[in-house]
Structure formats: structure tokens, C-alpha cells
């Protein structure tokens, strides 16, 4: 791990150093790498999450391009898979972190199995289907997630930690 790279999150006394360590060791799943999710998922990168799975069914078109800040006109015009092009980024901005990009459909074949191995899930969704999946599956396995949400102008979110939130 690049300490230097670090050292401002690790003056911060909420993560120090041995926070640090913990953010290059976690696993985090990220499903849907639209808007919200390309953001968490750079955001997570340049923190130095060390592995990251990235979720997605679907591919870039033009119009994703002004709010989807992960992706480029190239991407567009190759018509990338979503997950494929947010790890293509996520290399070029952290080759420290892991991704692991899936191009599929998430339903309640995979949700389990797509999940198992994550220390936290960011919900990066536009549907409610696979977020009752995902909370599901989530209270089913004991993970955290963390639920998000940007509609217009207004977004929200909430930590849900089983058996400890709602």
C-alpha cells in the first residue's frame, strides 16, 4: 500500500493508518454502475478500496455521458459494457485497487452469490425489483448495505446494517 498516496486520509483521525489498512483489505460490491454507481465506485477507488466488484447489465450510450462522470465519448462509441468501462477507469485512476467488472442481470438467481464474499454493498440501482433483492439477500447474509437513490435534483440514502437498522 502507497502510504503517500494515503496520507491525507491517514492524518484524519476517523482513519489513521490502520483504517487505511482495513480500506485496501475490504470488498466492496457495487451493483448498478450508472450515475450514482460510477461515483461510488470512483470514489471508492481513490480512497483505495482494495477490491472492488462492479455490477451491470447495462451499456454506455451517448446520453449517459453528462451525468455518468466514469465514462468517455470512446466508451459510448464502442458501446461498452457499463462494469467493463468502470473498470477500465478504475485501473487507470488506482492500479492498487481490484476490479471486477460482471456485465449481468441481477436477480434472485445470482443476488447471493454475487454478494457473499463483499464486506459492504452500495446499492447503485434505478429499479425497486433488485433492491428488495438486495435487501434480502442482504438481512439473509448479514451484510451491509447501503442504500442510494438520485431522482431529478434530490438523492438519498441510508446504511442498513442487519439486525441493527431498520
Known amino acids: 500500500m502507497n502510504l503517500e498516496r494515503y496520507s491525507r486520509q491517514i ?26 454507481g460510477s461515483m461510488q465506485a470512483e470514489m471508492l477507488a481513490r480512497a483505495g478500496v482494495g477490491r472492488l466488484r462492479l455490477i451491470d447489465r447495462d451499456f454506455i450510450e451517448e446520453s449517459n455521458l453528462h451525468r455518468q462522470i466514469m465514462f468517455e465519448e470512446s466508451d459510448a462509441a464502442e458501446r461498452l459494457p457499463k462494469a467493463i468501462a468502470a473498470a477500465n477507469r478504475i485501473a487507470r485512476i ?66 442498513i446494517i442487519p439486525g441493527q437498522t431498520p
Not at 15 to 36: E, P, S
Open 11 to 36: 492524518l484524519f483521525s476517523g482513519i489513521g493508518k490502520a483504517g487505511q489498512q482495513r480500506l485496501a483489505a475490504a470488498h466492496a460490491v457495487i451493483i448498478g454502475c450508472g450515475a450514482l
Open 94 to 159: 488506482n492500479s492498487e485497487v481490484r476490479a471486477e467488472p460482471v456485465v449481468k442481470d441481477v436477480n434472485y438467481s445470482n443476488i447471493e452469490e454475487l454478494i457473499r464474499d463483499a464486506d459492504v454493498v452500495l446499492d447503485g440501482t434505478d429499479n425497486f425489483e433488485v433492491r428488495f433483492l438486495l435487501n434480502d439477500a442482504a438481512v439473509k447474509l448479514g451484510k451491509i448495505w447501503i442504500y442510494g437513490a438520485a431522482v431529478g435534483a434530490h438523492g438519498v440514502q441510508m446504511t
